[in-house]
């Protein structure tokens, strides 16, 4: 993850190119310049926010991070997709547009209700239940301009990145990780997305990040305008990750504080209801020092739980913990990392990791993830090869090195560099990390021998 604390115009021919100007703001994020996006009226916003998730996902971001973005040409624009029996959004001037669905997303006819899924549902764009008290909350114009906006993102994210990505699985990483159930995602941020597509098999999900957890309230009790700028700041949130596969931390936390519905939630729930997921519990817990669960936000790491169940009806669970995971930290409070390891042997996975394990300062729990891991995916922003010896650990690298991009320029793995020139990697077809497009993404997998 990124943390951003200035402001970056944005080039509104190209789209945003990354900074080579970092602040760093403390020991446990590294920065970088973001875009600002204006929110001078929903007509703006909407139009702004358009234009960078449908024109900026990963299919067509530059070869490198210090490169301006490409507008790709009229004839790249993807048609929307119909599923059998999608609702149908009326758009103001009275055309009919179906809502795109992630393979094995249940239309809204088909879609069991409570509370949390209908809520899902209604900030992911997609027609909530029959009968929910929050369905009528569909008909304001401005949930139909979310609504489109997201669906057109999505589509175009699942036909360039995510359809790519459960394919590498399938034939890369499953026969590797299906030792575990557990996907452990530290610095994720609310990234459910990422880990349900390369860990699809897993039913237990870890999520970590800086960000908090705040309860949601009843959206029937938010008024209309704050609802309407919710969904803005969900779309300005989601940009980056949508189109370049990272959060900018500060960024998406700026968008949640001035948001009616705080903290990482709003966005877990729309990519678990985009990835057809039914959500039928939120519990909000925490954990004391020793990783013990209790209810409620009295321990030291506050977090959530969501049971949940895909498109098969296999019944899953997502834990997301809000936690410092430097050293001194640590000290204080190992809870998380004890939490984690009583969930038993996992798959873990890293990306956009901006480093932090490269160096001093992280090295509890870059051990505690060699360790604790079967398996680790990651970008070469996780844990660095030297890490992995060969007589632990069986290496398979795919895309390419080329180093860091020049914001982590000192974080060069020369081991790496050999490694790719003996291996002859397979190529991905999808961007991952910093590296946004896929003629330059790195990723590796490390299994425990």
């Known amino acids: 993850m990124l943390i951003a604390p200035g402001r970056w115009p944005l080039n509104k021919k190209f789209g945003p190119a990354i900074s080579e100007a970092a602040e760093p703001r403390n020991a446990s994020v590294c920065v970088v310049k973001p875009p600002c996006i204006s929110r001078r009226s929903e007509w703006a916003a909407s139009l702004v926010i358009g234009f960078h998730l449908s024109l900026l996902i990963v299919g067509t971001t530059p070869s490198s991070a210090e490169e301006p973005a490409t507008t790709p040409p009229a004839t790249a624009q993807p048609t929307q997709q119909s599923s059998p029996g999608a609702p149908q959004i009326e758009t103001p001037a009275g055309a009919v547009q179906t809502p795109a669905l992630i393979p094995g ?37 401005s ?9 057109q993102a999505f589509s175009q994210l699942e036909r360039r990145q995510l359809n790519n990505i459960r394919v590498f699985r399938s034939e890369a990483i499953a026969p590797a990780t299906e030792h575990s159930g557990v996907c452990v ?15 699809a098999d897993c039913t237990t999900f870890v999520l970590q990040g800086l960000e908090p957890v705040e309860p949601l309230p009843n959206l029937t009790s938010v008024p209309k305008p704050a609802l309407a700028g919710t969904l803005q700041n969900i779309q300005a949130s989601l940009n980056t990750l949508l189109s370049f596969s990272f959060f900018r931390t500060k960024d998406m936390r700026e968008e949640f504080e001035r948001s009616e519905l705080k903290g990482v939630l709003p966005i877990i729930f729309v990519f678990m ?51 410092d995971l430097a050293d001194e930290a640590l000290k204080r409070n190992p809870g998380l990392l004890l939490f984690c390891k009583s969930l038993g042997p996992s798959n873990s996975l890293l990306k956009a990791a901006s480093y932090l394990l490269h160096s001093g300062g992280f090295e509890t729990v870059r051990n505690f993830l060699l360790e604790n891991s079967v398996a680790i995916l990651q970008d070469d922003s996780g844990i660095p090869v030297r890490y992995f010896p060969p007589d632990r650990w069986t290496l398979r690298f795919f895309g390419v090195y080329n180093g860091p991009i020049e914001l982590f320029k000192q974080f060069n793995q020369p081991d790496l560099h050999k490694f790719y020139a003996a291996s002859s990697p397979k190529p991905l077809t999808f961007g991952f990390g910093y590296r946004w497009s896929s003629a330059m993404s790195t990723l590796f997998l490390a299994v425990k021998k």
């Open 143 to 151: 949930w139909g301009a979310h609504a489109r906006a997201m669906n």
């Open 273 to 323: 209801a985009r990835t057809g997921k039914f959500i039928q519990d939120v519990q909000y817990i925490s954990l004391d020092t020793a990783g013990k669960v209790a209810q409620g936000f009295a321990g030291a790491t506050r977090g959530t739980k969501i049971t949940f169940s895909d498109s098969s009806g296999t019944g899953k669970t997502l834990y997301y913990f809000t936690s």
């Open 105 to 141: 997303q249940a239309p809204a006819a088909a879609v069991q209700s409570s509370p949390a899924n209908d809520t899902a549902r209604y900030l992911a764009g997609l027609p909530v239940q029959a009968g929910s008290p929050i369905a009528a909350l569909t008909q304001d114009p």
């Open 185 to 199: 995602y530290l610095f994720s941020g609310p990234d459910f997305l990422y880990a349900d597509a390369i860990f």
